[in-house]
Structure formats: C-alpha cells, structure tokens
C-alpha cells in the first residue's frame, strides 16, 4: 500500500533519527524541555489512537493502544492497565483465534462510517452517544413526554429501524440533506479557527521557548 511505503522511506527514518538525537540532546540540557518533550510524545499517542479510530487503521490502533498501557499505570489506572493487557493480547492473537474477524478489522471494518468521508470512522460508544441518545433527547424521544417505563422503552426500539427507513425516504423525496457533503474539519470556519490558534501557539513558543535554556546542573 502507498501508506506503508510512505512510513518505510528511508528519509522518513532518517528523520525520525535524527529527530530522536534531538530530542536526547534537549532533554540533557534542561529539565524544561524534557517536561515538553514528555507532553509532545503523550500527544502523539493521542493523536495516533484517534486518528486510528477515524481512519480505521488497525494496525495503528493495536500500536496507540499499547502506547497507552504504561499510561494507565502512570496515572494509576489500574484496572485499565490489566484490562488493557489482556485485551490487547486477544486483539494480536486474533489472526489466529479468529482470522474472519481480524479480515474484517484489518479491511477497516472495526469501527463504524455513517458516511463514505475518510475521516468518518466512529467508535461504537461513541456512536450510541451521538445517535442513540441524541433520538432518546430530541422531539419524540423518551425524554420528552413520553416516559422511560419498560413499555415505552421496548415500543421505541422496536420501532426505530421502520422509523429510520421512513426518514430516510423522506428525505430522498424532498431532496433534503440530513449531513452536509463537506467534513466539518474542512469547513471555511474551522479551518480559520485552526489558522488562529496555530498563531497564537506560534507566538508563544517563539517568545517563550522551552527549549532554548539550559538548567542543569
């Protein structure tokens, strides 16, 4: 794939290389910027596992995930730590145990696309919360009059899909568009909130780098 090929470039490497020698070379001279370094790299996993998600890239998933596992530990998240173990030795065995399942995950199936964007994949969570719940609080759902006895509850599940199915139509006969064509990232305002608080990092740090004393002893 043209990703991987991407990753494996050996100006890639020599970068990374040369970046990580950097890095050591700072993180000796000031306690400062070897704090900042630690954030930076926190920041990266971050950054990867949630681009993981959207993207549906397992792999990058598998390797965010197990980024994070010292993490839990750090900040005593102990229980996140063990299960984290265990679940991600299932999810690495899983071309063994389960290869149906890990085709799926690996052709970008493990998590969930409402729309065919790249950066549209959504864990299934998150998902309940933007969907689910956001029909069990707006006009018509359970919270607004209705209820939230057991009756009510099984009536408005059961009838979820035909309703769906009935919008959805809807929506096709009056041309109506639910979500726009356009990814919100790339919308003319977020893009100009983006540009602004890029500056206003750029100016601090100019002013006020980390990286530029030396304190220790």
């Known amino acids: ?21 950097l890095f050591s070379i700072l993180s000796s001279q000031s306690q400062t910027a070897r704090l900042w370094l630690q954030y930076i790299h926190h920041m990266e996993i971050i950054t990867a596992f949630i681009a993981a ?13 197990h980024a994070m596992l010292p993490v839990f530990v750090a900040a005593h998240h102990f229980n996140y730590a063990k299960s984290g173990r265990v679940y991600l030795q299932q999810m690495q065995d899983l071309p063994t145990t389960h290869p149906w399942l890990y085709k799926h995950f690996n052709d970008r199936m493990f998590t969930v696309h409402k729309t ?9 969570d998150v998902l309940i919360e933007q969907d689910m719940l956001r029909e069990i609080k707006r006009r018509g759902g359970l919270t607004r009059g209705r209820g939230l006895t057991d009756t009510t509850r099984m009536t408005w599940l059961n009838t979820l899909l ?7 139509q809807l929506c096709k006969v009056t041309g109506f568009q639910v979500s726009a064509a356009e990814h919100v990232d790339v919308s003319q305002s977020r893009m100009r909130c983006d540009a602004s608080d890029l500056e206003n990092l750029t100016k601090f740090f100019t002013s006020s780098s980390p990286f530029c004393y030396a304190d220790s002893s």
């Open 1 to 21: 794939m043209l990703e991987n090929q991407f990753v494996n470039s050996e100006s890639i490497k020599a970068r990374e290389d040369n970046l990580c020698r």
């Open 53 to 65: 998600q959207h993207t549906s890239n397992w792999d990058m998933h598998l390797h965010a995930f």
């Open 116 to 124: 065919d964007r790249l950066w549209a994949g959504l864990s299934t």
């Open 162 to 168: 035909q309703c769906t199915a009935v919008i959805v």
